[in-house]
């Protein structure tokens, strides 16, 4: 299948352009302590460090550009467990558009005052991701204002793949790259910028045991729903994948991965410890993955990036992590 039709490199392409002075571009380092211990050339790339603390700012951005005249005066509205939410609210604001996000009533505080903060109205519902989609769409149809989706959205898919042409930037001989994935946004844009330049650049997805709508999809060749318990990597916490971004990661991404609540937070613990980076559960999915035995394969003495996703946690989390791992008990 060819995905083309979805999203190609010249929207990638453009999508670079729109975002050339407004988004940052994001730090590629290398990290002794994953190679020594991976056996791989390890790299993290930091989206972390974009503005709004993830690379959703990046989609966000470039869709609310290509808005008409008419649906930027309907404001927009977006659903979103926190990353997506602040990146619609800062671009909104940038861009000089009301904007409303409904976010799961689970949501990370730090998240919800920082979209606020932001500028945007935001109305918390339901305990899931996918609790708070129905209910925007269910706003959508009564308040007439412009729904911008997290994920499966061929402008928001083109921003995030700006992405990968930064990465070919700093290496253009990477072996392979290893991405979160939630709805999938985020991995079907790098799939489509990291391919077009090499096909032979291995992409792996990485899930939550817990929440791993995609990986279920990807196996049964067919989108289905999978959930069953909640996971510290909120901002993947996507029970069914878009209907695009599964299209494309059927077609592009040759290996999805789940890791475990206790691989996520070890890896979070070795990122702040070792890699001076303050990663939420969602941003360490990539480098829990790689430290695991499921990955090893494509990983031993591979260039390899480990994408940094966000770093929006709040400081309970990181306290909480702390606790655990540094307790009289751990320590003895």
């Keep these: 299948m060819n995905t083309d039709h979805y999203v190609s490199i010249r929207d990638i392409q453009r999508a670079r352009e729109v975002l050339q002075n407004n988004a940052r571009v994001t730090p590629l380092v290398k990290s002794f302590y994953l190679t ?29 550009s290509t808005l008409t005249k008419e649906e930027r005066e309907q404001g927009v509205i977006a659903c979103s467990a926190g990353n997506h939410a602040q990146g619609v609210a800062l671009s909104s604001r940038l861009q000089g558009i009301k904007s409303t996000i409904v976010m799961p009533e689970t949501a990370p505080q730090a998240k919800i005052d920082a979209t606020r903060g932001y500028g945007s109205e935001v109305i918390l519902f339901g305990a899931t991701f996918d609790d708070a989609k129905a209910k925007c769409e269910e706003i959508v149809k009564k308040s007439g204002q412009t729904f911008l989706h997290p994920y499966d959205d061929t ?52 899930q939550a045991e817990n929440v791993h709508g995609m990986k279920a999809s990807f196996d049964a060749g067919k989108i289905i729903s999978h959930y069953t318990a909640p996971t510290m990597a909120d901002g993947c916490a996507v029970k069914v994948p878009g209907v695009i971004t599964f299209e494309i990661v059927r077609e592009l991404v040759d290996t999805v991965v789940t890791v475990t609540e206790d691989e996520l937070e070890s890896a979070m613990k070795d990122l702040l410890q070792r890699g001076k980076a303050v990663v939420e559960g969602a941003g360490a999915l990539s480098t829990a993955a790689l430290v695991s035995e499921k990955t090893r394969k494509y990983v031993e003495g591979k260039k390899v990036v480990s994408l940094i996703s966000g770093g929006n946690v709040d400081l309970k989390r990181i306290s909480q992590i702390c606790e655990h791992f540094y307790s009289e008990e751990y320590v003895h």
């Design 155 to 206: 402008s928001v898919i083109a921003g995030q793949g700006t992405i990968g042409l930064e990465i070919l930037d700093s290496m253009w001989n990477v072996d392979t790259v290893i991405a979160p994935i939630g709805g999938g946004g985020l991995i079907s844009g790098l799939a489509v910028a990291l391919k077009s330049f090499n096909p032979n650049i291995h992409i792996i997805g990485v």
């Design 36 to 64: 020594s211990i991976t056996g791989a050339d390890a790299y993290l790339k930091l989206e972390n460090m974009q503005l709004t603390g993830s690379f959703k700012f990046r989609g966000a951005y470039n869709k609310i």
